[in-house]
């Protein structure tokens, strides 16, 4: 892997690195920030997947996890949210195509030669991260909207590699939403029993997950109607799935949202992973 | 003036306004963030002046100020750099004409009936926070590179209006870089003995600043040569200027820098306005 840029930050250093994609079938590009610890020895990894439109790049400067990440010391990893490149199929809406890949294995043409994320994350990303950095076998995982759902799908579908998951406003309920239905049914076909396995609330009733769950969701989300948080809560409950989803009041969709309880969720990691 | 945004941001409020301005004869864009203390009463104010090629926004979404302002109690007002439209004098580099207003009020054509930084940020929009806003008329002011040339003269030269000042990596001294003597020229003229009134090390050297002043620069900068900070140091000593500047290891000149050293700021203006 290539070492694209690299910035002082917290006493620690945010690197970017672009490396060949087997997975993906073309170069992928993500940020990963290292706290100073680091210098001491190997440190647990929280990994943070982006929402819709985003690159590795919009968290990585906007969503401040680098001053939490640096206080508790954890390497995060920001990853892209899709293949990219001029050879990767694409679609003129933005939630379909390059930087929508919603973290699943596509199986449909024109998407299945490269949309994988799901395998890119879990397999690929996850070794080359483990091989090029300094970090130990030790992971968390969140995110914000898609990411939220990748986050929540991947930790609960591969329970033996997470220890702790949290997410914020995630999109919860996808086969139910059109932010999940319009894309599924592209990247995997017409046959809904195939998109269960990437739909948050129908994980959590199938397999729950093995810890707690920490979930952050703004009152004032513009998007709450296709985010469905309710659909995720009602399943908690009925499930006694242990967490909480926290209705922030008056907090929208935004990186400003985000940034304000990243601190809440680095430090929730940190205490399932130290 | 226009509210063109709101976001919730660390139980405050994220707020983005436009005016008409008659200093800079358009329309002008900034950034302003209340924090939830607001709620109580009016709160002193933190003035954030940018560098060259930022609007109002670079530093709202990336110097991660909102978190520590919310924690003090300050408002913080991010404004542009320059005044902006289709009607307004610019050139085609990156360091001249609009984004690179330097703060200063130009004499010469083409810049003089737009570019007067100086009384719009002193004067003109001091005015419009005052009158619109929640806020105490107690201002600190801090800036980044060409903001923090800006902060420290607009300190210096009204030491009635503000109480506290520091700095990220100011432009030092501009009547001895590159980053000063070009734009000057255009501005205000051949005549140098007119630039004085805008370089920082100068008027330090003229008239000190009446509190302590606080100063970071990262060692990896990769604009030294063209900021100088040796120079205001070196004025610092000489003078005897209460405050202390800081060649803090291995930062550049990114935003991840004043990310990393925003909250020591903000807690330094805060000491000295509440």
Redesign the interface.
């Known amino acids: 892997m290539e070492l694209i840029s690299e910035?002082?930050?917290?006493?620690g250093s945010?690197k970017v690195f672009k490396h060949p994609s087997n997975t993906c079938g073309c170069e992928m590009t993500f940020a990963a920030y290292l706290p100073p610890q680091v210098e001491f020895g190997p440190v647990p990894v929280l990994w943070y997947l982006s929402g819709l439109s985003c690159t590795h790049e919009n968290a990585m400067?906007?969503a401040?996890f680098?001053?939490h990440a640096a206080k508790h010391g954890l390497a995060v990893i920001f990853p892209d949210t899709s293949p990219r490149g001029a050879g990767v199929s694409d679609d003129e809406s933005y939630d379909l195509g390059q930087g929508a890949g919603f973290y699943v294995n596509a199986t449909r043409d024109p998407w299945k030669s490269h949309y994988r994320m799901y395998d890119y994350i879990v397999n690929e990303l996850r070794s080359v991260v483990m091989s090029n950095l300094p970090v130990q076998d030790r992971h968390g995982i969140t995110g914000h909207s898609m990411g939220g759902l990748g986050a929540i799908t991947i930790a609960i579908r591969n329970a033996d590699l997470f220890e702790s998951l949290s997410a914020f406003a995630p999109i919860a309920h996808p086969t139910q939403s059109d932010w999940g239905r319009k894309q599924f049914s592209a990247y995997l076909g017409d046959d809904e029993s195939t998109w269960a396995e990437y739909d948050a609330t129908l994980l959590l009733q199938e397999h729950g997950w093995k810890g707690d769950l920490l979930v952050d969701q703004?009152s004032?989300d513009q998007f709450l109607d296709l985010l469905k948080p309710e659909a995720l809560a009602d399943m908690m409950a009925r499930r006694r799935q242990p967490g909480q989803v926290r209705i922030?009041d008056?907090?929208?969709h935004?990186?400003?949202?985000v940034?304000?309880f990243a601190?809440d969720h680095v430090a929730w990691h940190a205490g399932r992973l130290n």
């Not at 910035?7 to 006493?11: D, K, V, Y």
């Not at 935004?254 to 949202?257: A, L, Q, R, V």
Request: aromatic share 20%; charged share 15%.
């Open positions: 910035n002082r930050s917290f006493g945010q400067t906007k401040g680098q001053e703004g004032q922030q008056g907090y929208d935004s990186y400003f949202f940034n304000s601190g």
